[in-house]
């Protein structure tokens, strides 16, 4: 990078830190963080293992050389060109292409646990086993281990194929059937230590674990991503510092947009009964369901992309069709990719709302809508609610989607820097970061400590 570019960073990590030393609320707010022993501690250990975590993504497995896998190997092209296989490597926050121990990150747990919903739906032993409270949830979770091995001992082989396929010349000791049969234990190894990091922070930390693993590594590629990003428009012609103040004016207004949609409720109105035992009253009540505008959250465009994958298996038969799918800018791939997500979107709302339950829950405790019967009539409004503010969401979360295409087509933008302006990339981010917010304002405010924030407040504190 030249000086022009380490001149913009300079001046927006200045930026940062002032609004940081000015700003009399947040420190403050650090200050009550640090008193409470508690949270101290999940914090900081948090920050250890995500560090560990981190520092694993630059072991390379034994037998690869590093010095083979830099800018300009095919490896390296292959991520640039091929969108889905940069979206892997953006998870494992640059594993993937390092050819490090942790390469496949966490989604091959991501996809078992996916598959394990799925049979949750339609085989009656997994049906059972969801019933069975705590104990169905432990056996749930061992499927979920023994099914991410399954799916390790067919992702890593082809992982190690494809590498030597790129970078033959990286294969120290070449690429026989010991080597990727003790290279394919690695791997294994790896994922299954990002999953035991991941139920760590879960347990003894702050925040759900795996999303935060998947997190930090979609953030340690956003300095690399800006600083290519900088270099590319300063030094191209046609490029300049008032296009790249504008690309970071929009990719502000697309967070603030997406965290409206992460956010955004509707809440139904519910009466309860008055009730009179001994000498209290119970009920009377009113409270309320807030059902949310994108209740399915980033799974419907996870579902997505992996279908996206399907096409490229008919590479050698048809590879036409298969190379119309397989270009991040190409419009049959971001049409196709935009109808999945209203569609799962539609799927795994209704699988994860069940207004039957709901209205049924409501009327053994003795709430009830008000201007609605009980029953069947509840279960219908129920319905119908979801089904008009899913219609939105589900079109917002289809934009979302295929915004880093159109950042990458009609702005020219990078494409490691597009993949923040939308896709999974984002959702996860704004998610994860606003629930780990959640968790650290409940500490304070259990203390009678302010919250986060002066003004405003994050979803779910009341």
């Known amino acids: 990078m030249n000086g022009y570019g380490y001149l913009i960073v300079g001046l927006i990590a200045a930026a940062v830190i002032v609004l940081l030393a000015t700003n009399k609320k947040l420190v403050e707010t650090l200050k009550n963080i640090y008193k409470i022993e508690e949270l101290r501690k999940r914090i900081l250990y948090t920050l250890g293992l995500l560090l560990i975590y981190r520092l694993g993504s630059f072991v390379v497995i034994p037998g690869i050389n590093p010095n083979a896998l830099g800018e300009g190997s095919a490896l390296a092209n292959q991520l640039n060109d091929n969108g889905l296989l940069g979206l892997l490597d953006v998870f494992s926050g640059g594993a993937f292409g390092n050819a490090a121990i942790f390469a496949l990150g966490v989604m091959p747990y991501i996809t078992a646990s996916i598959v394990i919903q799925l049979m949750g739906m339609m085989i009656p032993y997994f049906q059972k086993m969801q019933k069975e409270g705590e104990s169905g949830r432990r056996k749930m979770n061992q499927w979920t281990r023994l099914l991410t091995i399954v799916v390790l001992l067919i992702q890593a082989p082809a992982y190690i194929t494809n590498l030597y396929l790129k970078v033959p010349g990286a294969f120290v000791y070449g690429n026989n059937v010991l080597f990727a049969a003790y ?25 759900n674990g795996i999303s935060l693993i998947i997190m930090i590594g979609i953030v340690a590629r956003l300095p690399h991503a800006l600083l290519a990003e900088i270099n590319a428009r300063i030094q191209t012609s046609d490029g300049s510092a008032i296009m790249l103040i504008l690309e970071l004016a929009l990719l502000f207004l697309v967070f603030m947009a997406t965290i409206a949609l992460v956010q955004a409720v509707r809440k139904i109105p519910v009466q309860y009964a008055k009730r009179i035992v001994g000498n209290k009253q119970y009920g009377g009540v009113r409270q309320y369901i807030p059902l949310k505008m994108n209740a399915a959250n980033v799974m419907p465009i996870i579902f997505a992309q992996a279908l996206m994958f399907i096409p490229m298996l008919f590479q050698r038969i048809a590879p036409g069709f298969a190379a119309a799918f397989s270009t991040m800018t190409g419009f049959w791939y971001n049409l196709t990719l935009a109808l999945l997500v209203i569609a799962f979107t539609y799927f795994y709302t209704a699988i994860i709302i069940n207004p039957q339950m709901m209205a049924d829950d409501m009327k053994r405790n003795g709430g009830f809508i008000p201007g609605v019967k009980p029953g069947k009539q509840t279960v219908n409004y129920i319905d119908t609610i979801m089904t008009r503010i899913t219609l939105p969401g589900s079109f917002f979360l289809a934009i979302v989607a295929i915004l880093p295409a159109l950042a990458m087509k009609f702005l020219n933008i990078q494409q490691a820097f597009a993949y923040f302006y939308g896709g999974t990339s984002l959702l996860i981010m704004v998610g994860v970061i606003l629930d780990t917010l959640k968790q650290i304002e409940s500490y ?15 979803q779910g504190r009341h």
Request: glycine share 16%.
């Open 183 to 207: 290279a394919t234990v690695i791997l294994i190894a790896g994922t299954m230590f990002v999953m035991w990091l991941g139920e760590k922070i879960t347990d003894k930390g702050i925040g």
């Open 444 to 458: 304070l405010l259990m203390r009678h400590y302010d919250g986060l924030m002066k003004t405003g407040r994050i």
